[in-house]
T-cell receptor
């Protein structure tokens, strides 16, 4: 089954404790991206990756890092999480930047 | 960052009613996409539009790519309970950034249906 898999789905953590949200896709997509969803703000792009050689910032990259060492994986790293990073996070992939396939989401709470 | 103006932000309707929502932008787009997010899940693509003036249907859903390339609308006819969710429009900016044409999302329309 074609899918984008995120882990964990739910996480409660404390300020400053490094965490990683993993994302894996099995559709051989070149393009992958991370979004955060906050009430009234829709989906805002954090980082994207055109392929394993190209990764760049989206609209709200502050406080986040990513890596793309292999085509299928695109982890999101919060080196020192803060409460304003409490949000619902989505990973997405596609053959191009338009028709995205989304994961089921990871709800993060930073205390 | 750039955002689309999506309206209404929320809708409360009776089952069986028709629904209409739209997105507008000050910039032109070369692609419009409509997604639906069911509660607790990720957004799923409903309809993709690639040409100004294009009108596309997917079952009870109909979407149009505005002729000015700055807007799009989505209609749902004869709503049913499973239509509940958040609907997002997304436009693809024709200007490439690092080789990618940026996809911009609207704020979403939350649809609630009373049985």
């Amino acid at each position: 089954e074609a899918q984008v898999t995120q882990n964990p789905r739910y996480l409660i953590t404390v300020t400053g404790k490094k965490l990683t949200v993993t994302c894996s896709q099995n559709m051989n997509h070149e393009y992958m991206s991370w979004y955060r969803q906050d009430p009234g703000l829709g989906l805002r792009q954090i980082y994207y990756s055109m392929n394993v050689e190209v990764t760049d910032k989206g609209d709200v990259p502050e406080g986040y890092k990513v890596s793309r060492k292999e085509k299928r994986n695109f982890p999101l790293i919060l080196e020192s999480p803060s409460p304003n990073q409490t949000s619902l996070y989505f990973c997405a992939s596609s053959f191009w930047a338009g028709e995205l396939f989304f994961g089921e989401g990871s709800r993060l709470t930073v205390l | 960052g750039q955002q689309l103006n999506q309206s209404p932000q929320s809708m409360f309707i009776q089952e069986g009613e028709d629904v209409s929502m739209n997105c507008t932008s000050s910039s032109i787009f070369n692609t419009w996409l409509w997604y639906k997010q069911d509660p607790g899940e990720g957004p799923v693509l409903l309809i993709a539009l690639y040409k100004a003036g294009e009108l596309t249907s997917n079952g009870r859903l109909t979407a149009q790519f505005g002729i000015t390339r700055k807007d799009s609308f989505l209609n749902i006819s004869a709503s049913i309970p499973s239509d509940v969710g958040i609907y997002f429009c997304a436009g693809q900016n024709p200007f490439k950034i690092q080789g990618a044409q940026k996809l911009v999302f609207g704020q979403g329309t939350r649809l609630t249906i009373n049985p």
